[in-house]
């Protein structure tokens, strides 16, 4: 919604990275990198495309921003979801 109001680039490339980051923590509790947020197989069904749509949405942001230190951290986690390697989860709060 936020991206559909065409904000300033800066901001935009910070909502992708935002965005990229809810999935790519989808993917890595799919993976099992936190298991005290419970059964890695509840979140395995929405792996494929939390990892494409992250990819998606850090690609976009990087399009945008390549330089800060949001865009050096997201190019981190699309580096390890392309290599098949679980991120580095930010966001963790299921349930809460």
Do not use: C
Request: charged letters at 20%; a negative charge.
């Amino acid at each position: 919604m936020l991206l559909s109001k065409k904000p300033d680039a800066a901001t935009a490339a910070q909502i992708h990275f935002i965005i990229g980051d809810a999935n790519a923590t989808i993917f890595a509790l799919a993976g099992g990198t936190e298991p005290d947020y419970g059964d890695p197989s509840e979140y395995q069904p929405e792996a494929p495309a939390a990892r494409h749509n992250g990819l998606e949405h850090y690609r976009a942001g990087l399009a945008i921003d390549g330089t800060s230190d949001n865009a050096k951290l997201a190019w981190l986690q699309a580096w390890k979801i392309s290599a098949g390697l679980l991120p580095v989860t930010r966001w963790a709060y299921v349930n809460d």
